[in-house]
T-cell receptor, first 120, second 111 residues
């Protein structure tokens, strides 16, 4: 069962609000990802967690704060967002992330349905 | 030059047609290649991985040409349900880890 779930499906928040996006997978994957996708654009990688440790931060502003409480869960905490942060936020997972140092190549990523975020 | 480039289309084809998409990548150190499809307002779904020897899954055939740094996707006997955006994904593993999506190619299959 290749399923990644995300909650909520839709979120509307003000610029002073604090909210969190949640992602869960039970496929035993050890790599999890957050992407941001604007309309008519491809997904852009934000964060990668590998074995519950943050391994990649693609220069994302600190108003986005990821958290990986365990191997099945990934959160994205939001605070003081801007209207231009409105987008579809996609979570993905894969068996492993890959490690170029050891020539271990990551594999296919499976995406959740996303959270459509609107910042007013 | 973008790291991963795709013809944005749209490709408008009749049912039953054969359609081919190409995707070029700039980093010769790229190691893993995938095709995803994305329906409007939905998440990307993995269509197929692309292997050096090429691979086929039903009506879909993917090819990798490392020398010319491109991958291709061939769809035979197009169905209405094939209408979607097809995203080329390249993973580069040198000097760090990067997953790069192409901008996607829109396909419309018409009756």
């Amino acid at each position: 069962d290749t399923e990644v779930t995300q909650t909520p499906k839709h979120l509307v928040m003000g610029m002073t609000n604090k909210k969190s996006l949640k992602c869960e997978q039970h496929m035993g994957h050890r790599a999890m990802y957050w992407y941001k996708q604007k309309a008519k654009k491809p997904p852009e990688l934000m964060f990668v967690y590998s074995y519950e440790k943050l391994s990649i931060n693609e220069s994302v502003p600190s108003r986005f704060s990821p958290e990986c409480p365990n191997s099945s869960l990934l959160n994205l905490h939001l605070h003081a967002l801007q209207p231009e942060d409105s987008a579809l936020y996609l979570c993905a997972s894969s068996q492993i992330a890959g490690n170029p140092k050891f020539r271990v190549w990551g594999n296919e990523q499976f995406f959740g349905p996303g959270t459509r975020l609107t910042v007013l | 030059r973008k790291e991963v480039e795709q013809d944005p289309g749209p490709f408008n084809v009749p049912e039953g047609a054969t359609v081919a998409f190409n995707c070029t990548y700039s980093n010769s150190a790229s190691q893993s290649f995938f095709w995803y499809r994305q329906d409007c307002r939905k998440e990307p779904k993995l269509l197929m991985s692309v292997y050096s020897s090429g691979n086929e899954d039903g009506r879909f055939t993917a090819q990798l040409n490392r020398a010319s740094q491109y991958i291709s996707l061939l769809i035979r006997d197009s169905k209405l349900s094939d209408s979607a955006t097809y995203l080329c994904v390249v993973r580069t593993h040198t000097g760090g880890f990067k997953t790069i999506f192409g901008a996607g190619t829109r396909l419309f299959v018409k009756a």
